[in-house]
């Protein structure tokens, strides 16, 4: 797969995506985001069982996850609005965001620097954050005079808490990686030069386990997210009986009384 904007690589069934734009900070661009969502749908049927997302490195540069929505070319002109362009742009930036908290595999965002706006939206949508000890994390759209557009009004006080989120959004101000991670938004964080390392090790361990059992643990829990908790609760019920269709409920079992490691197969 060769894209302009973006890197890809499959090696040992994870997919790494890295935002490639050093000269825009990785900023995410109508193209970004179109070659992310076109490498998606080429990994949902490839051999990766785990999605990474990172930014890639620019040289003299500080790390960067990436610096969100591209101000210059999301075809949005503040200075003569044009109200269908604006919903057009949150709308494509939400729809990409989607993707990635829907997807049927589990998506990993390994944040390597600074995330901001769309970046931070991006990590939201992701199922589990490893960060470098170096990144910060910020929201700071409303110093541009305008509100997150990507999902981060909605995911991030979902995961963090109303609290928190309001102070995000409504100061814009950057939070460190360790912040990030005691108030729930980063699950690991590392030293800068074991990022990749401990993100491939998370990788592993999700490969370890079923596929498709993956998919239901997550689609419940998004689903739920979703709902109350009565009908959440039947979410749950369902997705634990189709556990029962699959032939990895049995060696999972299996392995479990002959004291040994499962081997999943995904059916
Ligand atoms: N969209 C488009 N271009 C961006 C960008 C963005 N979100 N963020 C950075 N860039 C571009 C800059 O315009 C600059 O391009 P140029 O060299 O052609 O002028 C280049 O990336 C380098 O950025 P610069 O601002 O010079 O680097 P810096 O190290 O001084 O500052 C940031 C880095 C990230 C603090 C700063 O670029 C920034 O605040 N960016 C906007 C972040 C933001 O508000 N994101 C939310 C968007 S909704």
Excluded at 93 to 113: F, H, L, R, S, T
Excluded at 134 to 145: C, D, N, R, W
Excluded at 195 to 222: D, F, H, V
Excluded at 241 to 255: H, L
Aim: aromatic share 4%; net charge neutral.
């Amino acid at each position: 797969m060769n894209y302009k904007t973006i890197l890809v690589e499959e090696k040992d069934q994870v997919a790494k995506i890295t935002l490639n734009r050093p000269d825009k900070l990785n900023a995410v661009s109508p193209d970004v985001i179109a070659e992310v969502k076109d490498a998606l749908e080429h990994i949902k049927k490839s051999e990766a069982r785990v999605v990474v997302i990172t930014g890639g490195e620019m040289e003299g540069k500080r790390k960067m996850f990436s610096a969100g929505a591209d101000l210059t070319e999301s075809g949005i002109d503040p200075f003569s609005p044009k109200l269908d362009q604006i919903r057009a742009s949150s709308t494509r930036g939400q729809n990409m965001c989607d993707m990635i908290a829907d997807y049927e595999k589990p998506v990993v965002a390994m944040v390597n620097g600074l995330a901001l706006g769309g970046g931070c939206e991006i990590l939201l949508a992701c199922d589990i954050v490893v960060a470098s000890e170096t990144a910060e994390i910020a929201q700071p759209e409303i110093s541009l005079g305008i509100i997150p557009g990507w999902g981060g009004t909605q995911r991030l006080p979902r995961k963090v808490g109303s609290s928190k989120a309001k102070q995000m959004i409504l100061t814009g101000e950057r939070i460190s990686a360790k912040e990030a991670e005691r108030i729930g938004l980063v699950n690991i964080i590392a030293p800068p030069e074991k990022l990749e390392e401990i993100t491939m090790g998370l990788a592993k361990k999700l490969i370890s386990k079923s596929p498709i059992i993956l998919k239901l643990a997550k689609r419940a829990m998004n689903q739920g997210l979703e709902t109350n908790l009565k009908n959440g609760l039947k979410i749950e019920n369902d997705a634990f009986v189709e556990c029962f269709s699959t032939e990895d409920v049995r060696e999972g079992m299996q392995a479990f009384l002959e004291k040994r490691e499962p081997k999943f197969k995904g059916k």
